[in-house]
């Protein structure tokens, strides 16, 4: 079975006026569906073509040569956008979370509000393209940026959010205003399902 691109979970405009509508189209439809596209074109006719992208990623040094830069960039970037629409909510935003994630916060980080300024920091210092990661590495939460499409599964740490900062992202309504587009994103984010993703990754 090859990648497909999944549907929104939410409309295209549901996300105003932090992310704009025309900004999700061209994204989801045009950007991410590439992804797919040239990582299926890319697999096609290997023993990877039907394996779950996470264990592409992380096995990617098994990948014939050729091939590999163009699996690292595109599936890449499925499994990025795949999480990135997941782990952002119409009803997103508001309180930090409660529970366990938050207490791995606040024994990593020192508490939410240093997790949000590690992670715009990370976004805003990035040169070029990349992304600012929230992951589980096996044992503890880090923080992170990592240029282009390079997914934590390449180090075979566990996403659990994660904040596009190519232009496509935000160029439309920020234009070259990445700190606030970093800012506003919060307004966002979907914590009950970074939460699940934590309680998946942390208990195995
Ligand atoms: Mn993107």
Redesign the pocket.
């Known amino acids: 079975m090859a990648f497909e691109l999944p549907d929104l979970p939410y409309p295209y405009d549901a996300l105003e006026p932090h992310i704009d509508e025309a900004t999700m189209r061209v ?1 989801h439809d045009a ?2 569906k590439a992804y797919v596209d040239n990582a299926n074109a890319a697999l096609a006719g290997t023993e990877w073509a039907d394996r779950p992208v996470e264990q592409v990623l992380a096995d990617l040094e098994l990948i014939p040569e050729e091939k590999r830069t163009a699996v690292r960039n595109n599936a890449g ?1 499925h499994a ?2 795949t999480l ?1 629409w997941q782990i952002m909510s119409p009803e997103g935003g508001g309180a930090p979370p409660g529970g366990a994630l938050a207490e791995a916060i606040e024994a990593t980080f020192g508490g939410f509000e240093q997790l949000k300024a590690a992670l715009i920091d990370g976004g805003v210092k990035r040169f070029g393209s990349g992304w600012s990661w929230l992951v589980w590495d096996g044992t503890a939460l880090a923080a992170y940026s990592t240029p282009n499409q390079d997914s934590p599964w390449l180090q075979s740490d566990t996403p659990l959010l994660g904040i ?1 900062v ?1 232009e ?2 935000y160029y439309l309504k920020y234009q070259n205003k990445r700190p606030a587009y970093l800012e506003a994103w919060w307004n966002v984010v979907n914590w009950p399902e970074v939460e699940r993703r934590y309680a998946d990754a942390s208990a195995s």
């Open positions: 994204h950007h991410h970037g990025n956008h990135f596009d190519w496509h992202a």
